[in-house]
């Protein structure tokens, strides 16, 4: 069999010490990786990071700087496509300037007649119309289209994308493998045993993501009264998992100042420390009895190790994926009830191992779906050559 290489260059968010969209990436090469090892195609990777020299220290891959536009741009005009994705690239709740940028690198990729690959991308939200006919242009363009959830493809269906250019699949970081130094805490081939397989020998173990996002900060206030109830009602340890440093390791402070004096009554409190390699934060959550996030990715995480998860929403996506595992969140940032969100964690800690017998098919087979796209994109390469 003769052996093609093809060079692809990826778009997202990468080398912004934010541990779920590193995770993103590394699903990614190693999804791509694992397909081509299936066929007769070899992909070099050339990775957009704000940090090309961290990148390719972490994966091992080529990167360029992804605000230089002459590197960008060399590096489209060599490859032979890009990947856009994935994570929720094209929203404007966090700016004015994603949608333009993570548009502009596709549509320069189109001109340079690249086929351009939308990979499991979660769209929206997008409050500012101006943006509509941009999005539907550029992805009416793309040779394949992929998102993460059922409302992003409505919303690229509003736009004018017809049902058969939209594939739904999960997160890729849903198919993320434990580092090979991992030691297995539970058996995935038998997730409902874990309850029979002790994860931590003294306390149940909480890990818990947090991040700012109210102005009052009247969330985290609330996340640490239902913590507090819940580690004075019951000895556990409480891990705490900055995703995105170094924000989310002052949010993480923030509550743990407030919950402190529960180690007098038998509880724990720990934090990791400084993690950056999104394999080594999933052996983490791995290592937990459940995990309370507001970021989306630690419940992607704690859901792909079959670890039952509590989100706290501030933003649609987390409903989103919730709403993939026919779950909801423990409540949202504007309104949450310290009170009900400790008794939701108390009752989920109790009934673990209920919860992981009706929810461990439907988890094995996001996991198993979230290669999907890039089944498709080394089948297309494969076509052309």
Known sequence: MVTTSKKLVISGYYGFNNSGDEAVLKSILTALQEESQRSNVTIEPIVLSINPEWTTSMYGVRAVHRMKLKDVREALKESDGL??????????????????????????????????????????????????????????????????????????????????????????????????????????????????????????????????????????????????????????????????????????????????????????????????????????????????GMRLHSLIYAASQYVPPVGISYDPKIDQFLLRLESEPAGNTSSLDGDKFAETVAGLLEHRSQWLKQHEDRITALKQEAVEPAKQIITYLGRKG
Not at 83 to 101: C, E, N
Not at 177 to 201: F, G, I, K, M, Y
């Open 83 to 292: 990947i856009s994705g994935g994570g929720s690239l094209l929203q404007d709740a966090t700016g004015l300037k994603s949608i333009p940028y993570y548009l502009g690198v596709i549509k320069l990729a189109q001109w340079l007649k690249k086929p351009t690959f939308i990979y499991a991308q979660g769209i929206g939200p997008v409050h500012r119309k101006i943006f509509n006919p941009m999005i539907k242009s550029v992805f009416k363009s793309c040779t394949y289209v992929s998102v993460r959830d059922e409302q992003s493809a409505d919303y690229l269906r509003r736009l004018g994308l017809k049902w058969n250019q939209i594939h739904v699949v999960p997160d890729p970081v849903m198919g993320l493998p434990l580092p090979d130094t991992a030691s297995p805490v539970r058996d995935e081939a038998d997730p409902s045993t874990a309850e029979e397989q002790p994860t931590h020998a003294k306390l149940p173990v909480i890990g818990v993501s947090v991040r700012f996002w109210e102005s009052d900060r009247k969330e985290l206030t609330a996340i640490a009264a239902g913590l507090k109830k819940l580690a004075t009602k019951k000895a556990v340890h409480l891990r705490f998992m900055p995703f995105h440093l170094p924000d989310d390791v002052q949010a993480s402070r923030f509550i743990m100042e407030m919950i402190d004096d529960v180690t007098s009554k038998g509880s724990e409190i720990s934090i990791t420390d400084d993690l950056t390699d999104p394999q080594q934060m999933l052996e983490e959550v791995s290592r937990c009895d459940l995990m309370i």
